[in-house]
């Protein structure tokens, strides 16, 4: 009787370290959605100007912008989000030399880089906008944490807009039916943009809300070549 009660015992707390992980992860997105509801009306997004729109997809030309990155090797693009998405909020929560709290911006922005991967990829970047107080001048993340500043100079982007959560399963789907509708437009020879990445989503909700959700698929593209001059 005693044998079986601890065996009973150790599978219950086996079952309850397994568990350990997502709890911690729960635990972390109501945290996110506590503070990310206030400000979502409010959030800033970098700057730019619409230069060219279709029934499907628009191109824009953003401005100078400085983005805090977390790089993540692994093969899922929405785990490889949500591992670095973790990184980037404790900097956000004061995990800086600075200890300076900054404020939620959107979108969050993966980049797949191209690569042989089951999704096109070797690896992903996670990235958030850096607000503009903090443009000229970044707080400098804590070493373990594995962040590094991106300076995007002005650039033009390609914009596909999908409802939904943005998932495995569907990132790629969106990628080809942008690049469907670049190939018959007037962006046709604008895609060969030389870049470090294949294509970049962007999510612009919390992780609780279920309707109304708005993601996009963005494409670098060159702006010359079709009479654009960037800032």
Not at 183 to 192: E, H, K, L, R
Request: with cysteine.
């Amino acid at each position: 009787m005693k044998e079986g009660a601890t065996a009973n015992h150790s599978r219950g707390r086996e079952a309850e370290v397994a568990s350990a992980p997502a709890l911690l992860w729960l635990q972390f997105l109501v945290l996110v959605a506590a503070l990310l509801l206030p400000a979502a009306a409010g959030s800033e997004t970098p700057q730019y100007t619409t230069v060219h729109k279709e029934s499907d997809f628009e191109v824009r030309l953003y401005r100078d912008t400085v983005w805090m990155s977390a790089s993540s090797d692994h093969s899922s693009f929405h785990v490889a989000t949500k591992l670095g998405f973790h990184r980037l909020f404790q900097y956000l929560m004061g995990a800086n030399l600075n200890s300076s709290r900054i404020r939620m911006t959107t979108p969050v922005l993966t980049s797949i880089v191209p690569g042989a991967g089951p999704l096109h990829s070797s690896a992903y970047f996670v990235r958030l906008y850096l607000p503009v107080k903090f443009q000229a001048s970044p707080p400098v993340p804590l070493p373990e944490l594995n962040l590094h500043p991106d300076r995007w100079p002005s650039h033009c982007i390609a914009v596909r807009s999908f409802s939904g959560y943005a998932r495995d399963q569907n990132i790629i789907e969106e990628a080809e039916k942008l690049a469907l509708s670049l190939s018959q437009s007037p962006w046709a020879n604008s895609t060969n943009h030389p870049g470090k990445t294949a294509y970049s989503i962007a999510q612009y909700n919390n992780p609780f809300r279920v309707i109304g959700r708005v993601n996009e698929v963005w494409f670098d593209v060159d702006c010359k070549s079709n009479g654009v001059e960037t800032y």
